[in-house]
């Protein structure tokens, strides 16, 4: 059965960072497009990063650029996402995704097959 399980969330500082984790089950992240996405209260769910390692290819957010990043541990397949330099427009419920969207949707939330429960991140003074 395939499966995301999210971690790392919490409550943070103004300027701190933090790496979200992302483990899967019943998949590898080599075989599909993986993309984190936040959402705020009282808003829509906004996109934040994207990678596809198939292809060798990175997106990311205007708001975030510079400021989060993905990575991964093949070993453990689990996907990361750190960030740093937070503010606190950046309090949002994170969820991870993975799936085979169509290009033209690999930086948004649309076209992902398997999401996480979603991680809290606070960041307040």
């Known amino acids: 059965e395939e499966q995301l399980v999210e971690s790392g969330g919490g409550l943070v500082s103004p300027g701190g960072s933090l790496r979200l984790s992302c483990a899967a089950s019943g998949f590898t992240f080599s075989e599909v497009a993986m993309t984190w996405v936040r959402q705020a209260p009282g808003k829509e769910r906004e996109f934040v990063a994207a990678r596809r390692w198939s292809q060798g290819t990175t997106y990311s957010a205007d708001s975030v650029k510079g400021r989060f990043s993905i990575s991964r541990d093949t070993a453990i397949n689990t996907v990361y996402l750190q960030i740093d330099s937070l503010k606190p427009e950046d309090t949002a419920v994170y969820y991870c995704?993975?799936?085979?969207?169509?290009?033209?949707?690999?930086?948004?939330?649309?076209?992902?097959?398997?999401w996480g429960q979603g991680t809290q991140v606070t960041v307040s003074a």
């Open positions: 995704a993975a799936g085979r969207p169509i290009v033209s949707t690999i930086a948004t939330e649309r076209g992902y097959t398997f």
